[in-house]
């Protein structure tokens, strides 16, 4: 079955360094999703992504965070300058079609810890 | 933006013991999704329930979606210590957001 995959599945850096975290969704798949779980918190949407531009994003997205999709396959969110703020699991995911009725894809996340 | 509020906030049982995990929302609910996701791990999804008055099972877990109520609830039968995770509950919109419950814990006891 198709899935979702994210790498690295755990990231650790400096406060104020550049992350990447990558993201394959499903391979036919048009709609890419960012969300973010701070520890013990609710999962929180961050962005979504459709035909190559932002379609919606949350007002946690600021410009310290951007997202692209550099090839046919891979979702990156780039966080410039980390804070210790940003350590959470952020989660990628993909769906097929955009709506209610459509299920989203999640990968199995990222754990990023800011030092 | 959708409200999802879960209940109760934890839970811990005696293995072998039934519970029941509900979900409540603010807005008519047109479908849910249940999933499952151990402590700082990623999602696994359980199930996805589109109708009012639908019911899946997937081993010893249930679900239901009471569209009146606007609230789903999830029933684990026999409860094991494999069960044990955080609960969410979640639901698509119009647009492109997912929105998440609270969370449910569960802590079963062997």
């Known amino acids: 079955e198709p899935e979702v995959t994210q790498t690295p599945s755990h990231q650790v850096t400096q406060m104020g360094q550049e992350v990447i975290l990558r993201c394959v969704p499903i391979?036919?798949?048009?709609?890419f999703y960012w969300y973010r779980q701070i520890l013990g918190q609710k999962v929180e949407f961050l962005v979504s992504?459709?035909?190559?531009?932002?379609?919606?994003k949350s007002e946690i997205f600021d410009d310290q965070f951007s997202v692209e999709r550099p090839d046919g396959s891979n979702f990156t969110l780039k966080i410039r300058s980390t804070k210790l703020e940003d350590s959470a699991m952020y989660f990628c995911?993909?769906?097929?079609?955009?709506?209610?009725?459509?299920?989203?894809?999640f990968g199995p996340g990222t754990r990023l810890t800011v030092t | 933006s959708q409200e999802l509020e879960q209940s109760p906030q934890s839970l811990i049982v005696q293995e072998g013991k039934n519970l029941t995990i509900n979900c409540t929302s603010s807005?008519?609910?047109?479908?849910l999704y249940w999933y499952k996701q151990k402590y700082g791990e990623g999602l696994i999804f359980l199930m996805m329930?589109?109708?009012?008055?639908e019911e899946k099972s997937h081993e010893k877990i249930t679900a239901k979606l009471d569209e009146k109520k606007q609230q789903s609830s999830l029933h684990i039968t026999a409860s094991q210590p494999s069960h044990a995770g955080i609960y969410l509950c979640?639901?698509?919109?119009?647009?492109?957001?997912?929105?998440f419950g609270t969370g449910t814990s569960l802590t079963v006891i062997p």
């Open positions: 995911a993909s769906s097929a079609f955009q709506g209610r009725s459509y299920e989203q894809y």
């Open positions: 391979s036919n798949h048009l709609y």
């Open positions: 992504f459709y035909n190559n531009e932002i379609s919606e």
């Open positions: 807005k008519t609910l047109y479908g």
């Open positions: 329930l589109q109708k009012g008055g």
């Open positions: 979640g639901v698509g919109s119009t647009g492109n957001q997912f929105y």
